[in-house]
Protein backbone atom coordinates (compact mmCIF):
# COMPACT_ATOMS: atom_id res chain seq x y z
CA UNK A 1 0.00 0.00 0.00
CA UNK A 2 1.04 3.75 -1.28
CA UNK A 3 2.18 6.31 1.55
CA UNK A 4 0.40 9.25 0.86
CA UNK A 5 1.38 11.72 1.51
CA UNK A 6 4.26 10.82 -1.33
CA UNK A 7 7.18 13.28 0.48
CA UNK A 8 6.88 10.79 3.48
CA UNK A 9 8.16 7.54 1.69
CA UNK A 10 10.84 9.88 -0.37
CA UNK A 11 11.72 11.58 3.19
CA UNK A 12 11.96 7.47 5.09
CA UNK A 13 14.08 6.31 2.03
CA UNK A 14 16.61 9.33 2.57
CA UNK A 15 15.62 10.70 -0.84
CA UNK A 16 14.24 13.87 -0.09
CA UNK A 17 17.65 14.66 1.90
CA UNK A 18 19.23 13.88 -1.19
CA UNK A 19 17.80 15.86 -3.55
CA UNK A 20 16.83 18.83 -1.29
CA UNK A 21 20.88 19.03 -0.50
CA UNK A 22 21.65 19.09 -3.97
CA UNK A 23 19.22 21.73 -4.96
CA UNK A 24 20.39 23.42 -1.75
CA UNK A 25 23.97 23.35 -3.40
CA UNK A 26 22.66 24.31 -6.91
CA UNK A 27 22.65 27.89 -5.04
CA UNK A 28 26.00 28.09 -5.14
CA UNK A 29 25.51 29.14 -9.23
CA UNK A 30 21.89 29.10 -9.30
CA UNK A 31 19.81 28.02 -12.14
CA UNK A 32 16.94 26.37 -10.86
CA UNK A 33 14.59 28.09 -12.91
CA UNK A 34 14.52 29.67 -16.75
CA UNK A 35 16.54 32.19 -16.05
CA UNK A 36 19.49 30.94 -15.09
CA UNK A 37 21.28 34.07 -13.03
CA UNK A 38 24.17 31.83 -11.89
CA UNK A 39 24.81 34.65 -9.07
CA UNK A 40 25.89 32.56 -5.62
CA UNK A 41 22.70 32.96 -3.62
CA UNK A 42 24.39 30.71 -0.50
CA UNK A 43 26.37 33.86 0.02
CA UNK A 44 23.35 36.30 -0.48
CA UNK A 45 23.64 37.33 -3.93
CA UNK A 46 20.41 37.62 -5.80
CA UNK A 47 19.37 37.82 -9.11
CA UNK A 48 16.50 38.20 -10.88
CA UNK A 49 14.06 36.80 -8.14
CA UNK A 50 16.10 39.24 -5.51
CA UNK A 51 16.13 36.22 -3.02
CA UNK A 52 19.30 35.34 -1.29
CA UNK A 53 19.81 32.41 0.77
CA UNK A 54 16.90 32.11 3.29
CA UNK A 55 13.47 32.19 1.70
CA UNK A 56 10.76 35.40 2.29
CA UNK A 57 7.67 35.17 3.47
CA UNK A 58 4.72 37.84 2.95
CA UNK A 59 1.38 35.98 4.68
CA UNK A 60 0.11 32.68 5.32
CA UNK A 61 -3.20 31.77 5.89
CA UNK A 62 -5.82 29.55 5.76
CA UNK A 63 -7.39 30.14 2.44
CA UNK A 64 -11.12 29.51 1.37
CA UNK A 65 -10.59 31.12 -2.54
CA UNK A 66 -8.94 28.52 -4.36
CA UNK A 67 -10.58 25.57 -6.35
CA UNK A 68 -13.29 23.73 -4.57
CA UNK A 69 -11.05 20.76 -4.47
CA UNK A 70 -8.16 22.46 -2.99
CA UNK A 71 -9.80 24.53 -0.42
CA UNK A 72 -12.06 22.02 0.76
CA UNK A 73 -14.34 22.68 3.56
CA UNK A 74 -11.66 23.60 5.74
CA UNK A 75 -9.62 25.53 3.34
CA UNK A 76 -6.14 25.28 1.71
CA UNK A 77 -2.56 26.31 4.01
CA UNK A 78 -1.30 28.89 1.79
CA UNK A 79 2.00 30.20 2.33
CA UNK A 80 2.41 33.12 0.37
CA UNK A 81 6.54 33.64 -1.05
CA UNK A 82 7.94 36.89 -1.48
CA UNK A 83 9.74 37.60 -5.05
CA UNK A 84 9.04 35.80 -8.02
CA UNK A 85 10.74 34.59 -11.25
CA UNK A 86 8.01 36.25 -13.56
CA UNK A 87 7.23 40.61 -14.01
CA UNK A 88 3.92 40.86 -14.74
CA UNK A 89 3.06 44.12 -15.04
CA UNK A 90 -0.87 43.27 -14.27
CA UNK A 91 0.40 41.37 -11.08
CA UNK A 92 -2.42 41.05 -8.05
CA UNK A 93 -0.08 40.25 -5.82
CA UNK A 94 2.86 43.07 -6.99
CA UNK A 95 3.13 44.16 -3.25
CA UNK A 96 5.01 41.36 -2.62
CA UNK A 97 5.98 38.97 -5.86
CA UNK A 98 7.23 42.58 -7.49
CA UNK A 99 8.14 44.75 -4.67
CA UNK A 100 9.70 42.42 -2.43
CA UNK A 101 7.39 43.13 1.34
CA UNK A 102 7.79 40.22 3.27
CA UNK A 103 10.51 39.15 5.38
CA UNK A 104 12.86 36.35 6.05
CA UNK A 105 12.33 32.94 7.27
CA UNK A 106 14.69 30.42 8.69
CA UNK A 107 13.94 26.79 7.46
CA UNK A 108 12.80 26.06 11.33
CA UNK A 109 10.50 29.00 11.19
CA UNK A 110 8.89 28.02 7.28
CA UNK A 111 9.00 24.25 8.80
CA UNK A 112 6.99 25.29 12.18
CA UNK A 113 4.47 27.72 9.65
CA UNK A 114 3.55 24.42 8.23
CA UNK A 115 2.82 22.60 11.05
CA UNK A 116 0.87 25.26 12.43
CA UNK A 117 -1.41 25.01 9.21
CA UNK A 118 -2.04 21.72 9.45
CA UNK A 119 -2.85 22.14 13.27
CA UNK A 120 -5.42 24.47 12.24
CA UNK A 121 -7.12 22.05 10.29
CA UNK A 122 -5.92 22.62 6.47
CA UNK A 123 -6.13 20.21 3.95
CA UNK A 124 -3.33 20.46 2.36
CA UNK A 125 0.22 23.28 2.14
CA UNK A 126 -0.28 25.53 -0.67
CA UNK A 127 3.02 26.65 -2.09
CA UNK A 128 2.21 29.87 -3.66
CA UNK A 129 5.11 30.81 -6.08
CA UNK A 130 7.67 28.59 -4.88
CA UNK A 131 9.68 28.41 -7.93
CA UNK A 132 12.97 30.79 -6.92
CA UNK A 133 12.73 28.81 -3.32
CA UNK A 134 12.11 25.44 -3.93
CA UNK A 135 15.60 24.69 -2.35
CA UNK A 136 14.43 26.26 1.23
CA UNK A 137 11.51 24.97 1.21
CA UNK A 138 12.64 21.34 0.32
CA UNK A 139 15.21 21.95 3.39
CA UNK A 140 12.22 23.52 5.23
CA UNK A 141 10.02 19.98 4.50
CA UNK A 142 12.20 18.01 6.21
CA UNK A 143 12.34 19.57 9.38
CA UNK A 144 8.26 19.69 9.26
CA UNK A 145 7.81 15.61 8.15
CA UNK A 146 10.35 15.84 11.11
CA UNK A 147 7.77 17.68 13.53
CA UNK A 148 4.65 15.39 11.81
CA UNK A 149 3.57 17.20 8.80
CA UNK A 150 1.32 14.77 6.81
CA UNK A 151 -1.03 16.68 4.66
CA UNK A 152 -0.38 16.68 0.78
CA UNK A 153 1.37 19.56 -0.69
CA UNK A 154 -0.02 21.91 -3.90
CA UNK A 155 2.91 23.28 -5.57
CA UNK A 156 1.40 26.24 -6.99
CA UNK A 157 3.06 28.07 -9.51
CA UNK A 158 3.63 30.34 -12.40
CA UNK A 159 4.60 27.71 -14.44
CA UNK A 160 7.88 28.89 -15.74
CA UNK A 161 9.77 26.33 -14.45
CA UNK A 162 12.81 23.97 -15.94
CA UNK A 163 10.97 20.62 -16.48
CA UNK A 164 14.81 18.87 -15.06
CA UNK A 165 14.02 20.91 -11.72
CA UNK A 166 10.66 19.47 -11.70
CA UNK A 167 10.84 16.14 -12.49
CA UNK A 168 13.28 16.39 -9.14
CA UNK A 169 9.87 16.51 -7.09
CA UNK A 170 8.72 12.85 -8.51
CA UNK A 171 7.89 11.12 -5.14
CA UNK A 172 7.46 14.27 -3.01
CA UNK A 173 5.01 16.67 -4.93
CA UNK A 174 1.60 14.82 -4.85
CA UNK A 175 -0.55 18.17 -6.22
CA UNK A 176 0.46 20.47 -9.06
CA UNK A 177 -1.86 23.89 -9.33
CA UNK A 178 0.07 25.10 -12.36
CA UNK A 179 -0.55 28.42 -14.69
CA UNK A 180 -0.63 28.25 -18.43
CA UNK A 181 -0.62 31.87 -18.65
CA UNK A 182 0.76 32.50 -22.60
CA UNK A 183 0.58 30.83 -25.82
CA UNK A 184 2.27 33.24 -27.76
CA UNK A 185 5.91 34.16 -26.33
CA UNK A 186 5.55 38.02 -27.88
CA UNK A 187 3.03 38.52 -25.50
CA UNK A 188 4.55 36.94 -22.55
CA UNK A 189 7.78 39.14 -23.09
CA UNK A 190 6.03 42.03 -23.18
CA UNK A 191 3.65 41.88 -20.23
CA UNK A 192 5.81 39.38 -18.01
CA UNK A 193 9.17 39.89 -19.22
CA UNK A 194 9.45 36.31 -20.34
CA UNK A 195 10.28 35.64 -23.53
CA UNK A 196 11.05 31.91 -23.58
CA UNK A 197 7.84 30.65 -21.42
CA UNK A 198 5.64 28.86 -23.68
CA UNK A 199 8.60 26.76 -24.22
CA UNK A 200 9.38 26.01 -20.97
CA UNK A 201 5.95 26.21 -19.57
CA UNK A 202 4.98 23.34 -22.15
CA UNK A 203 7.90 21.65 -21.20
CA UNK A 204 7.18 21.28 -17.30
CA UNK A 205 3.74 20.94 -18.04
CA UNK A 206 4.59 18.06 -19.55
CA UNK A 207 6.55 16.96 -16.53
CA UNK A 208 4.38 17.39 -14.31
CA UNK A 209 1.18 15.33 -16.02
CA UNK A 210 3.88 12.31 -16.41
CA UNK A 211 4.19 12.48 -12.68
CA UNK A 212 0.92 12.80 -11.06
CA UNK A 213 -1.43 12.52 -14.29
CA UNK A 214 -4.88 13.70 -14.22
CA UNK A 215 -6.63 15.02 -11.07
CA UNK A 216 -7.89 12.60 -8.67
CA UNK A 217 -10.21 13.07 -5.85
CA UNK A 218 -11.09 11.32 -2.79
CA UNK A 219 -14.48 10.69 -1.96
CA UNK A 220 -14.97 13.94 0.08
CA UNK A 221 -14.04 15.47 -3.64
CA UNK A 222 -10.42 17.01 -2.47
CA UNK A 223 -7.86 16.20 -4.96
CA UNK A 224 -5.86 13.53 -3.62
CA UNK A 225 -3.49 13.38 -6.54
CA UNK A 226 -2.87 14.99 -10.28
CA UNK A 227 -2.34 18.29 -12.16
CA UNK A 228 -4.96 21.18 -12.10
CA UNK A 229 -3.99 24.08 -14.94
CA UNK A 230 -5.40 27.18 -14.53
CA UNK A 231 -5.47 29.70 -17.34
CA UNK A 232 -6.27 33.71 -16.34
CA UNK A 233 -8.35 35.13 -19.32
CA UNK A 234 -6.33 38.24 -20.12
CA UNK A 235 -8.65 41.18 -22.47
CA UNK A 236 -7.92 41.33 -26.40
CA UNK A 237 -6.65 37.35 -26.63
CA UNK A 238 -3.48 38.29 -24.96
CA UNK A 239 -3.79 34.66 -23.26
CA UNK A 240 -3.36 32.81 -26.46
CA UNK A 241 -6.01 30.01 -25.36
CA UNK A 242 -6.53 28.71 -28.54
CA UNK A 243 -3.15 27.78 -28.63
CA UNK A 244 -3.06 26.84 -24.73
CA UNK A 245 -5.82 24.67 -25.54
CA UNK A 246 -4.46 23.03 -28.24
CA UNK A 247 -1.38 22.10 -26.38
CA UNK A 248 -3.25 20.62 -23.59
CA UNK A 249 -5.77 18.55 -25.39
CA UNK A 250 -3.17 17.21 -27.67
CA UNK A 251 0.08 16.73 -25.45
CA UNK A 252 -1.67 16.44 -21.89
CA UNK A 253 -5.04 14.57 -22.03
CA UNK A 254 -8.23 16.09 -22.94
CA UNK A 255 -9.44 14.93 -19.35
CA UNK A 256 -6.85 17.67 -17.71
CA UNK A 257 -8.76 19.83 -15.46
CA UNK A 258 -8.76 23.18 -16.24
CA UNK A 259 -9.53 26.22 -14.03
CA UNK A 260 -10.72 29.06 -16.75
CA UNK A 261 -10.06 32.45 -14.70
CA UNK A 262 -12.29 35.88 -15.32
CA UNK A 263 -10.77 37.65 -12.50
CA UNK A 264 -8.20 39.94 -14.06
CA UNK A 265 -8.07 43.33 -13.31
CA UNK A 266 -4.98 45.80 -14.58
CA UNK A 267 -3.39 46.09 -11.31
CA UNK A 268 0.16 47.04 -10.65
CA UNK A 269 1.57 48.60 -13.75
CA UNK A 270 -1.06 47.30 -16.44
CA UNK A 271 -3.04 50.48 -16.91
CA UNK A 272 -0.10 51.96 -18.67
CA UNK A 273 -0.45 49.33 -21.24
CA UNK A 274 -3.61 49.57 -24.11
CA UNK A 275 -3.90 45.59 -24.72
CA UNK A 276 -4.63 45.51 -21.41
CA UNK A 277 -5.43 48.38 -19.52
CA UNK A 278 -9.28 47.49 -18.93
CA UNK A 279 -11.51 44.54 -17.11
CA UNK A 280 -12.40 41.58 -19.13
CA UNK A 281 -15.15 41.85 -20.94
CA UNK A 282 -17.50 38.88 -20.87
CA UNK A 283 -17.57 38.08 -24.74
CA UNK A 284 -13.70 37.74 -23.98
CA UNK A 285 -14.67 34.74 -21.43
CA UNK A 286 -17.18 33.58 -23.60
CA UNK A 287 -14.95 32.93 -26.39
CA UNK A 288 -12.39 31.19 -24.16
CA UNK A 289 -14.69 28.90 -22.67
CA UNK A 290 -16.08 28.02 -25.86
CA UNK A 291 -12.67 27.03 -26.63
CA UNK A 292 -12.30 24.89 -23.94
CA UNK A 293 -15.65 22.80 -25.44
CA UNK A 294 -14.17 22.71 -29.11
CA UNK A 295 -11.02 20.95 -27.70
CA UNK A 296 -13.06 19.20 -25.87
CA UNK A 297 -11.39 20.13 -22.09
CA UNK A 298 -14.81 19.79 -20.11
CA UNK A 299 -12.89 18.72 -16.52
CA UNK A 300 -12.66 21.93 -14.35
CA UNK A 301 -14.36 25.48 -13.21
CA UNK A 302 -15.29 28.29 -14.72
CA UNK A 303 -15.59 31.74 -12.76
CA UNK A 304 -18.52 33.99 -12.99
CA UNK A 305 -19.65 37.62 -12.29
CA UNK A 306 -15.88 38.50 -13.38
CA UNK A 307 -14.52 36.23 -10.65
CA UNK A 308 -16.56 37.41 -7.96
CA UNK A 309 -18.18 34.11 -7.12
CA UNK A 310 -14.88 32.56 -7.20
CA UNK A 311 -15.74 29.58 -8.72
CA UNK A 312 -19.13 28.22 -10.53
CA UNK A 313 -19.87 24.26 -11.28
CA UNK A 314 -18.03 21.20 -11.48
CA UNK A 315 -17.50 21.05 -15.12
CA UNK A 316 -16.53 23.49 -17.79
CA UNK A 317 -20.04 23.85 -18.52
CA UNK A 318 -21.82 25.43 -15.55
CA UNK A 319 -24.61 24.53 -13.19
Known amino acids: MSIYPSYLKSYKVGQLKKIADRLFSSLESCRICPRLCKVNRLANKVGFCKTGKLPEVYSFMCHHGEEPPVSGDKGSGTIFFSHCNMSCIYCQNYEFSQLGKGRQYSFEEL???????QAGGCHNINLVTPTHVLPQILKSLELAIA???????VYNTSGYELAQIIKLLDGIVDIYLADSRYGDNLISKELSGAADYVKFN???LVEMHRQVGTAKFDDSGLIRRGLIIRHLVLPNRCSGTENVMKFIAGKLSEDTYISLMSQYLPY????????????LKAEEYEE?????????????WIQESYGQERFAGVNIKPV
Open 288 to 300: ARQILERYHLLNG
Open 202 to 204: QEA
Open 268 to 279: YKASGNLKINRR
Open 111 to 117: AQIMLKL
Open 147 to 153: GGLKIPL
